[in-house]
């Protein structure tokens, strides 16, 4: 079955480490996303990709990192400089064409500090 | 500014009644998109319904439908005759950015069925 995969499911990050998130969708889908979710607040972007080699800042990408090396692929360095990492990771993807196309979303990884 | 605004943080229904979840959203832009995701405790969001600005008749998909007024910017989302797996968070979202599809995200009502 194509979906999206997203690993580890939980993630602990000591004080100045850096880690990184996977993310991969067998689903031929050009965009990625990914989003960081906290209690009460929703969803907020913090980078997208729409092709390969290319990616964007989202709402809030000061301290993570991402690289889109394949189409399947995009992973997300959350860095020591995200002064309060400790959040639910969401990565989703979506088929290229009108604004109808929903994101489709893997299972997260939940990121705590130690 | 574009926002999404859901002002129920929770809800109860009892099984096999309908439940309408409201939102409401704020844009300048005359083209957009709005959807409705689930998301039960285990994380996952999963996609529910979706309504474009100029769909002429509101969204239905099985049990769920989408109540579309425009002129007042409101898109509530109606489960008809509820089960006790549709307990679960439900974000109201809006298709901003055009092509790029970037989503702002309302933050949840949690739906609680009740047997």
């Known amino acids: 079955d194509g979906g999206i995969t997203q690993s580890p499911k939980y993630l602990f990050r000591k004080e100045g480490q850096n880690v990184t998130l996977s993310c991969e969708q067998n689903l031929n889908h050009d965009a990625m996303y990914w989003y960081r979710q906290d209690p009460g607040q929703g969803l907020r972007l913090i980078y997208y990709?729409?092709?390969?080699?290319?990616?964007q800042k989202g709402d809030i990408a000061e301290g993570y990192s991402v690289s889109r090396e394949k189409k399947e692929s995009f992973p997300l360095t959350v860095t020591s400089a995200q002064k309060n990492p400790t959040a639910f990771y969401l990565c989703?993807?979506?088929?290229?064409?009108?604004?109808?196309?929903?994101?489709?979303f893997g299972d997260g990884t939940r990121l705590s500090i130690l | 500014a574009q926002k999404i605004t859901q002002t129920q943080p929770g809800m109860f229904v009892q099984e096999k009644e309908a439940v309408t979840l409201d939102c409401t959203y704020d844009?300048?832009?005359?083209?957009?998109?709005l959807f409705w995701y689930k998301q039960p405790s285990s994380g996952e969001m999963i996609f529910l319904i979706y309504?474009?600005?100029?769909?002429?008749q509101n969204a239905t998909e099985g049990r769920y439908s989408l109540n579309f007024q425009k002129a007042r910017k409101s898109a509530n989302l109606v489960i008809s005759a509820s089960q006790l797996g549709d307990s679960a968070m439900y974000f109201c979202a809006m298709n901003i950015g055009g092509a790029t599809n970037k989503l702002i995200f309302g933050t949840g009502t949690l739906l609680a069925v009740q047997p």
């Open positions: 990709s729409q092709i390969v080699n290319d990616f």
């Open positions: 844009t300048s832009d005359p083209s957009y998109g």
């Open positions: 309504q474009g600005s100029y769909d002429q």
């Open positions: 989703a993807s979506r088929k290229a064409g009108t604004g109808n196309q929903p994101q489709h």
